[in-house]
C-alpha cells in the first residue's frame, strides 16, 4: 500500500475501531469473516447495529445512507410501520407451524394477481432455491437437459449458476461444480437471437433463463426488443423461458420487468421484495409447469411428481412481511417513487463525474444505479450501455483495488455503496440522501484523486 493510500485508510481505521474488533473475532470463525462474497470489504466490513428508512448506523455510531437495501429486498427501506407491525403480530401468534396457514395462500394470492406469468405459485426460501427449482421443472416438463444462460446474468450460487458471471465465461465450472452439471450449459452473449437460435438447434435445450432488466442486476444491459426475440424463439422450440425476476419482480413495476415489457414468460423465479425483507423466495408461472409438483394432477397427465421439500417454505414471518410489502407495492407509487429517485441519484452522479472530467460511467435503469470506473478509459457514454452496446466484458473489467478505495472513501463520507459498485434504491431515499450522495461522490473523488487512487 502506497503512503497516500494509507490517508483514506487511516481515516476508515480511526472511526471504525468496534468494527475492527469484531472483524477480527469474525475472521477466527467465518471465512474471510464474512457470510456472503459480495459483503467483503477491504481492510474490513463496517458492523452494523441498526437501521431506518434509508439509513443505517454502525457499531461506531456513524450514520450511512444506504444503497445496499437488504441487497435488494428492501423496496420500502428499513422497518416500513406496515411491514414491521405485520412481522410483530405473527411473531407473537408463532412462527413455524409446520403446517399450511392463511397468510400463504393471501401470499400467493397476491403474487397471481401482481404477476402476468403467475398462474400457480411455490415458495422456497431463496432465490437460489427458485431457480434451482425452475430448472428441474423445466427439464422434467420438456424431458430435455440442456439449459441456457446469459454470460453474465446471476441467478444464485447454486452449481448450474455458479460459473459465467464473474469469470469462467468460457463455460468451464469453478471449484467444487462437476464438469458433467458445468456441460449441460450453454453460456450465450445476452443480446443476440442468432447465437440464442443457435444454441436451442439441436433440440435438447430445457429452458432459457435471464435476467431481464439486463445481467447482475441490470449491470450488463442487453437491446431493447431481446426479449420479445427470446419470447418468440422459444415459444417455436417449445422450450421453457424462464424470466429471473427476483431482483426485479415487483420492482420495475408492481408486476415486475415482465408487466414493464409486456412479455410473459413460462415460469419466474422471485425472492428480495416478495418477501418484505425476510428470508423468502417463490417460483410462479404456467399451471401445467407448476402442477408437476401436484400429485393429483400428475395422476391425470401421467406424468411423475417432482420432488420438492424445504423447512422455511412460506414461513409464517416471511409470509407476513411479503403480504404487508406487496399491498403496498401493489399501489404503485413505491416502485415509482424508487425509479424516480434512481433517474435523479444518476444524474446527479453523472454531473460530478462531467465536473471532474472523468471517464467513469454512471448508469441504470428503474430503481438502481451503476457506477463503471472504465478502467480502459473508453469514450463511453450512459446511454451507450444502457442501449445494450457495450459488451459483458467490458462491463464486468472491475479492477477490485479502485471499488475497495471507493467503497471506503464513500464510506468515510456517509454512503454505503452496494458492492457492483452501486446499488438499489428505495421508495424511503429522500431529497436529503440525494445530496447527501452526490456530495459524498465528489469529496470521495477528490480525495482518491489527492491520493492517487484513481
Ligand atoms: N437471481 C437474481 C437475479 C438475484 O439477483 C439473486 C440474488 O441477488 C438470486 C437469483 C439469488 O437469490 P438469493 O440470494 O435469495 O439466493
Redesign the pocket.
Given at each position: 500500500m502506497t503512503s497516500t493510500a494509507t490517508k483514506l485508510l487511516d481515516r476508515f481505521l480511526d472511526r471504525t475501531p468496534t468494527s475492527a474488533r469484531l472483524a477480527q473475532r469474525a475472521r477466527q470463525c467465518l471465512p474471510a469473516g464474512i457470510a456472503h462474497d459480495s459483503r467483503f470489504q477491504g481492510p474490513y466490513p463496517i458492523y452494523i447495529e441498526h437501521a431506518a428508512g434509508s439509513r443505517k448506523w454502525d457499531v461506531d455510531g456513524h450514520e450511512y445512507v444506504d444503497y445496499s437495501g437488504g441487497?435488494?429486498a428492501l423496496l420500502l427501506g428499513h422497518n416500513h410501520p406496515a411491514v414491521v407491525r405485520a412481522v410483530s403480530e405473527q411473531l407473537a401468534r408463532g412462527t413455524h407451524f409446520g403446517s399450511c396457514h392463511e397468510l400463504e395462500v393471501r401470499w400467493a394470492e397476491q403474487i397471481v394477481e401482481l404477476v402476468p406469468s403467475a398462474h400457480r405459485v411455490r415458495f422456497t426460501s431463496?432465490?437460489?432455491?427458485a431457480?434451482l427449482l425452475a430448472l428441474r421443472l423445466a427439464r422434467a416438463f420438456t424431458g430435455r437437459s440442456k439449459i441456457v444462460r446469459f454470460a453474465g446474468h446471476?441467478?444464485?450460487?447454486h452449481d448450474h449458476m455458479a460459473f459465467g458471471v464473474t469469470s469462467h465465461f468460457d463455460g468451464t465450472p469453478t471449484p467444487g461444480v462437476l464438469p458433467g452439471v458445468a456441460e449441460e450449459v450453454r453460456l450465450v452473449p445476452a443480446g443476440d437471437p442468432a447465437a440464442v437460435a443457435e444454441a436451442l438447434s439441436p433440440g435438447d435445450v430445457a429452458a432459457v433463463i435471464i435476467?431481464p432488466t439486463g445481467g447482475s442486476?441490470g449491470q450488463i444491459p442487453f437491446r431493447s426488443g431481446f426479449l420479445a426475440d427470446l419470447r418468440e424463439l422459444t415459444a417455436a422450440a417449445g422450450v421453457v423461458l424462464i424470466f429471473?425476476e427476483?431482483?426485479s419482480g415487483f420492482r420495475c413495476s408492481p408486476g415486475g420487468a415482465q408487466a414493464h415489457y409486456g412479455i410473459t414468460p413460462d415460469l419466474t423465479?422471485l425472492?428480495?421484495i416478495v418477501a418484505g425483507g425476510l428470508p423468502g423466495?417463490a417460483i410462479a408461472g404456467r399451471s401445467e409447469i407448476l402442477d408437476q409438483l401436484d400429485a393429483a394432477a400428475c395422476q391425470r397427465t401421467g406424468r411423475e411428481k417432482v420432488p420438492h421439500q424445504g423447512t422455511f417454505n412460506a414461513n409464517p414471518l416471511s409470509a407476513a412481511a411479503g403480504v404487508a410489502t406487496l399491498e403496498i407495492v401493489a399501489a404503485g407509487h413505491a416502485c415509482r417513487q424508487a425509479n424516480d429517485y434512481a433517474a435523479r441519484l444518476r444524474s446527479g452522479l453523472s454531473e460530478v463525474l462531467q465536473r471532474n472530467r472523468s471517464s467513469w460511467v454512471v448508469y441504470g435503469t428503474f430503481s438502481g444505479f451503476h457506477i463503471f470506473t472504465n478502467p480502459q478509459r473508453l469514450p463511453l457514454a450512459a446511454e451507450a450501455i444502457e442501449s445494450g452496446a457495450v459488451d459483458y466484458r467490458t462491463l464486468k473489467d472491475v479492477r477490485r483495488e479502485l471499488v475497495g478505495n471507493l467503497k471506503l472513501a464513500m464510506l468515510v463520507h456517509g454512503v454505503d455503496l452496494f458492492s457492483w459498485p452501486g446499488g438499489p434504491t428505495s421508495a424511503a431515499h429522500t431529497d436529503d440522501d440525494l445530496a447527501r450522495t452526490v456530495a459524498a461522490f465528489e469529496s470521495s473523488l477528490a480525495c482518491l484523486g489527492e491520493q492517487g487512487l484513481l
Open positions: 441487497h435488494g431463496s432465490g437460489t432455491e431457480t446471476f441467478h444464485g450460487w435476467e442486476w429471473d427476483v431482483i423465479t425472492a428480495k423466495g
